[in-house]
C-alpha cells in the first residue's frame, strides 16, 4: 500500500509539472504567436469534442445493446450521432475516391483513426507547435471537421459543394432524357416539363414531385433501372465514390438514402423546432443544399420541404428522393 501510495503521488507530480509547462508555453504562444495560438486553441477544443463524442457513441452503443435497438429506432440525435462515425466525412470520401464502404468499426469512426497520430504528435507539450503547422498548412488534407476553424468549415464545406453541385445539371438532365422513355405522352409531358422549369432557375414544388412518385418506382426511373452514368451523378451528391461497379453503387446510394428517409422520420418526430441552427445546417448540406449562407428561416423552410416529401413516400420510390436532393436545391434562393 505505501508503495501503491507513493507512486500515485509521484504520477500526481508528474501530471501537475506537465500542465505547469504546458500552461506557460500556451500563455508564449498567446503573447507572441497569436494566430498559431487560435489554432491551437482549435485544436485543444477539437480533441475535447472528439472524446466527449466517442464517449456518447460508447453510451449509445451500450443503450442499443440493452434494450435491442436497431439504429433506425433512436431518437434523431443520436441516430445522426450514429451516422456521423459510420460515414466518412466529405472530404475524406473525395480523397480517398473509391477505398472501403463508408463504414466504421463499432465507434471508432475514420474520423477517430485519422485523429490519433495527431493526437500522438500532440502528447509532448512542446510538440504542440509541430501541430499548429499541421493545421496552418494542410488541416483539409490532414485534419477532420473538430480541427476547422468556423472559417475553415465554411470555405470547405463551400468547396465541397462545388464539386457534387457540378453534377446538378447533368443530373437533371439525365431526366429529361429518361422521359422520352415513358410509355404516357402525359407523364413524358410532364417529367420533361418540371426539368424544363428546373433547367430556366426555377425551384418545383413538392407537391408537383409528390404527383409523380409512380414513375420512380420502375424502369426507366427506378433506381435499379436508372443508366450507370445518373447513377454515378447522385453518387457524387452524397459524396460516394463513383468507381465501382454498377451493382455495388446501386446498392451504396440505396443504402445512403433509406438512412437519410429514417433520419428524416426521427427529425419529424423531434420537430424542426427543437433542432439548433448547427443541426439545421448539417441537415440540409447532408440532404443536397449549401446552407453555409443561408439564415436559420431559410434553412428551416427548406427541411419543411423536404420532409414534406420524403415522410411520404415509399420504399419502392427511394428513386425519387435521391433526384429530389438535386431538383429542390438547385435553384433554393
Known sequence: LPAKASSRAALATLVSGVKRINGRYERFLQRTFPRFYALYATFTGGIQALFVEVKEIRKIKLKMARQRLSAHQLPYREMERLRQVRRLPP???????????????????????????????????????????????????????????????????????????????????????????????????????????????????????????SLFSGPPLGLNKLPISHVRALSHVLFLTPRLPAFFLRYRLRSHVLEIRHLDRAMLRLGLAQLSEEELRAACYLRGLNSTHLSMAECRAWLEQWLGLSCKLQVSEVSLLANSMVLLSLNYI
Open 91 to 213: 472530404q475524406r470520401r473525395l480523397e480517398l475516391s473509391g477505398e472501403g464502404n463508408g463504414r466504421g468499426a463499432g465507434p471508432f469512426s475514420r474520423d477517430v483513426i485519422k485523429a490519433i497520430p495527431i493526437g500522438v504528435i500532440a502528447i509532448p507539450p512542446f510538440a504542440n507547435f509541430l501541430v499548429i503547422v499541421l493545421m496552418y498548412f494542410f488541416p483539409r488534407q490532414l485534419l477532420i471537421r473538430y480541427f476547422w476553424t468556423p472559417s475553415q468549415q465554411v470555405e470547405f464545406l463551400d468547396a465541397y459543394h462545388a464539386i457534387r453541385s457540378a453534377v446538378y445539371p447533368e443530373v437533371v438532365e439525365s431526366l429529361a432524357l429518361a422521359a422520352r422513355s415513358l410509355p404516357e405522352p402525359q407523364l413524358q409531358n410532364r417529367l420533361q416539363e418540371l426539368c424544363a422549369k428546373v433547367q430556366r432557375g426555377s425551384q418545383p414544388h413538392v407537391a408537383e414531385l409528390y404527383a409523380m412518385r
